[in-house]
């Protein structure tokens, strides 16, 4: 890590130790304690090293060559890998005004189409050399503006009308304050605790994740399995690889040639709806598959969930680009989702049940060494 994200890291590491977050094995701890790192594609280095440092110190970390890392436990067969993300959606500096004011693009295309809007008037955090710099995205007064201002700039807001106030008067006030092109920006991160054990925050479902494989990870480390198991933090999952046909994730199809999986479980997030085929908050993980059919890593993970009286939800995801990086017949991998109320927005929850329940789940599959 070099000098300036070294800073940057510890500057932030100080901020997490004043909001309260403590270093603990327990889940929510651990979801606290992720939660307001900021990691978007391209810009995984700081949850990274907060993984990193987290997990036990007797588990050998190796980096996976993209900005992830890997714990690697036993041998044999069948060799077995989980995949968590690192990255998130989220937005980039793109450029800095004679004013000060910050302009804003993405690094990977939008879950969906009005996920820009969501920008509009809220707090931001962007990621410097000298840490992170608080600001807000202006929010024009809606009675000064004309009917045609307003559908332009609220109704149908984009990038091209966003501009990030820090509190400067200058470019040089912005790049003394440490700010450049191509920091990342993320919302706040405000963590906000609902009725019924949920909570709510942005990136909340992906961080929840990333903190389950953590746990699991001490678990596992005390009593391993027979074969091989690989746990990776992954980054670059939320962008594609150019080329025709199905969108591959970049980030899984790394993770496939490099650890030539048998069995792979992608830990992710899926959203939850209304309706009777919708998966529905606090009724358990969902187990999707590229097609509805029996395997054997399907099969050890219904045991495991079983075992434990833990329901699943089923869904079939035939296109989606984490599963087509593993679309040949000799890898057998599905997508262990934690279902997420208002995916992809500044206020997405998730209901801890769901959580403890997608980490018990996996706790027993991986003690079981991934056999039915």
Partial sequence: MSKNRFKAATMLGLLLFAWGFLESADLKSLVKDVF?????????????????????KGLAVEDDGLGGLAVRLGQGEPKVVVIAALDGYGFFVSGITPEGYLRVDRAVPPPHARFDGYLLGQPVVISTRNGPVSGVVAQPAMHLLTPEVRKTVVENFALENAYVDIGVRSEKEARGKGVEILDALTFWPQLTELAGDRWAGPSLGMKAVCAALISAAADFEKSPAAGETILVWAAQMKFALRGRGPRVSLGAARAKNRWQPQRTVILDIVAAGRGVSAPGLGKGPVLIQAEDAQTPLRRGLEGSAGAGGISLQYLAGPEMPLLSAFGDAESDAVILALPVQFAHTPSEIVDLKDLQALRDVLDRFLKSGGEK
């Fill in 36 to 56: 307001p790192i900021p990691s978007t594609t391209g810009n995984e280095e700081l949850l990274a090293g907060r993984v990193r440092t987290i997990l036990p």
